[in-house]
């Protein structure tokens, strides 16, 4: 471990690249540098009181991600029983230690969370979440999800829908010229009252300063003939290229891409995959389920280059 903002975290390196990661702080992603320039962002003077609250990273999503809620009350869930349970916004991943095992060559880190008594009040299934990364090279990282299913026979299937949060690194002054290029798409979003809105046919392309695509699900057209492109941001004030492949080899679908920001001045973009929408456990959309001793893998890989 090594001493980071006052924090012990893991270093890992590949050539002229390095990870910062807080297995201890809901496995988070800090920071990926390469040549010492953030591609992954994360704030100089964190609250490290409040983990969840900080923006930067990957915090990880999971059993739920985004916003679910009962008779109006953001936090709850209702399962098929009518039994109504707490769950903060996001699941509680992101708020609890994990265990970490770090490859023997340093460029790789696999970490684990499984159920306890706090997490079976609002979560009531045996599981277990591991999140991996690892740098194949200097530019290009590889990150697995994956959740089992703990419970005994006859018990339960276990129903989830995990995801990343991604902060990527870029002066807010470089929004206007910044390209996010996606597949097809239909664009939806999360309405006030915690529905999801109606879908529309995407663009192929946006600038990040585009208002369409604040807080916005880019549901993915998840054909085989559509699927194998990749999500790509260019970023010329940069000479960067950051591409997202999520057609990775015996990966589950990923359902939607999701793109959001804090503010006009925040200095990061977040490009979000997810498996699922907000409040699919009662609206079904991307809702999975894992019969017990089953697991799901869902994988992608991000690879950063100069723009030609």
């Known amino acids: ?41 994360w704030p100089d003077h964190p609250d490290w009181s409040a983990p969840p609250k ?7 999503l ?6 679910h809620r009962v008779d109006g009350e953001i936090g709850f869930w209702k399962d098929a029983q009518g039994v109504v349970r707490e769950l903060p916004m ?32 609002g979560y009531p299934f045996g599981f277990r979440f591991e999140a991996a990364y690892r740098l194949v ?21 276990l129903p989830y829908y995990a995801g990343h949060h991604f902060y990527f690194s870029l002066p807010h002054t470089q929004r206007g010229e910044t390209v996010l290029t996606l597949p097809p798409t239909q664009r939806r979003h999360q309405q006030a009252d915690g529905t999801i809105s109606a879908p529309e046919t995407g663009d192929p392309r946006y600038t990040l300063d585009d208002p369409r695509i604040y807080d916005r699900f880019h549901c993915l057209d998840t054909s085989a003939a559509r699927a194998t492109q990749p999500v790509r941001v260019e ?3 940069l000479n960067r290229s950051v591409t997202i492949d999520l057609n990775r080899p015996g990966s589950l679908p990923w359902y939607a891409v999701t793109t959001w920001t804090e503010a006009p001045d925040s200095d990061f973009y977040c490009v979000e995959p997810w498996l699922g929408l907000p409040d699919a456990i009662h609206n ?7 019969e017990p001793g089953s697991h799901e893998t869902a994988t992608l890989r991000i690879t950063v280059g100069a723009l030609r």
């Open 1 to 41: 471990m090594t001493l980071f903002q006052q924090q012990d975290i893991l270093e890992l390196t590949q050539g002229n690249a390095l990870l910062r990661i807080a297995p201890q702080a809901g496995g988070r992603l800090l920071s990926w540098h390469i040549d010492g320039a953030p591609v992954i962002h």
């Open 54 to 60: 900080i923006r930067g990273g990957n915090p990880l």
């Open 62 to 67: 999971f059993p739920f991600l985004g916003r």
């Open 90 to 121: 996001h699941g509680f991943a992101r708020d609890l230690p994990f265990e970490a095992s770090v490859d023997a060559d340093n460029a790789g880190v696999r970490m684990t969370l499984t159920d306890n008594a706090a997490t079976r009040d």
């Open 137 to 157: 090279d200097a530019n290009t990282l590889d990150v697995e999800l994956t959740t089992f299913n703990t419970g005994a026979t006859g018990t339960p299937a």
């Open 235 to 237: 970023m010329p004030g």
């Open 284 to 290: 079904g959309l991307g809702l999975r389920w894992i």
